[in-house]
């Protein structure tokens, strides 16, 4: 069963999505944005709910909402945690870990790379990596909730890969993550994907230039 | 059962889980952040996972993130579909409101009252009101989805009660969506809570400020 997901040729918030979409092996194709036109015929295609991207076709739908998105395919799969407290839980992690990778998203998008880096560095790597250390320490099963991969972890894995990418000695300070973060990379199906065509690098000047103008025609 | 609710004396993310709150019945008790020193308490008592309000105590727990507790609430109470294509729904509707609420706790925050109250007016009302009048007149119920009420419904009920009070008359264009505000606004507990002592008032610029001093500590 092939999905496709329509987004911009970068990661951003359609990264999150193509993690997921790996992990538990659905295999999809990519519509990436091209140019104004293009967008102005999706929207009245009536194809974007909200007029926004990602949107993720998949059995008969076409989702939009990032967390909607993926909260579907962990539930269908299992990533959801079983019971009501395992379920919040994982919420809270996950909301949480969608924060702290929104601070690497909008690295750039601020005031400049430099800037925005220090910031992030100074100020989102000192909120959530303790937080996310401390809770490891306090599971036995090597996943943060349960005893299952869950769509906690893989938020929380997206996040020590920005962190690797753009401070690359952070992790040292929090050996729980690091290993985490290497086990879990290493599992089949995310090493796939992230040493695979599908994963898309990280961002530089031109891109955002290139984004800020490709964002305009989404707000037109 | 009583909950405690920890957040500012404002509306902001703790208004979506008051609502919700008074919705299912759980009655709630406040504290409301005062300055620095109150935060720093806070924080050393080591109440708030991310360092950040909205905290509810509720069931033995002390849950933070805004979308967390009211998911909580919602599963808690059968407030969150009974199907997996009912629950994405849902999802994708709440998720949309959220963000459409979103624009309006933010103004004034930005570039004035003014000015960012046009921009939502121009930008996002068009945005989401006809997406939401067209999924309401494609159900087959009165709520957006199955035939009960969801969180989904009342994270749209929260963002037309916005819509209401900063551009009066914009819901006229919107039958569908003015009837249903008007029908859940007038729900008894939604009605107790929207008349009653625990909502809060409209961001004003004092408030503002309070939230940026306060802010600044945490």
Known sequence: MKA???YFDGRGLGE?????????GIEFEETYLQDAAHVKRLRQAGDLLFMQVPMLEI???KLVQTNAIIRYIARKYDMYGKTLEQKTRI???YDGARDFIMKFLNIGWNKSMEEDSKDVKENAVPRYLPV????????SSGYLVGDDLSMA???????LLYCDDYFPAV???YPKLK???DRLSSLPRIRAFLNGPQRKRKLTEEDILHGKKVLAWLYQ
Not at 153 to 159: I, M
């Open 4 to 6: 496709h997901l329509t």
């Open 16 to 24: 999150s999505i193509r993690l997921i979409l790996y992990a538990v």
């Open 132 to 139: 996310l250390e401390k809770e490891l320490c306090g599971t």
């Open 171 to 173: 992790l040292e300070d």
């Open 179 to 181: 290993e985490f973060k």
């Open 59 to 61: 059995d008969g739908m």
């Open 153 to 159: 972890d893989l938020a929380v894995l997206e996040s």
């Open 91 to 93: 919420d809270v992690l």
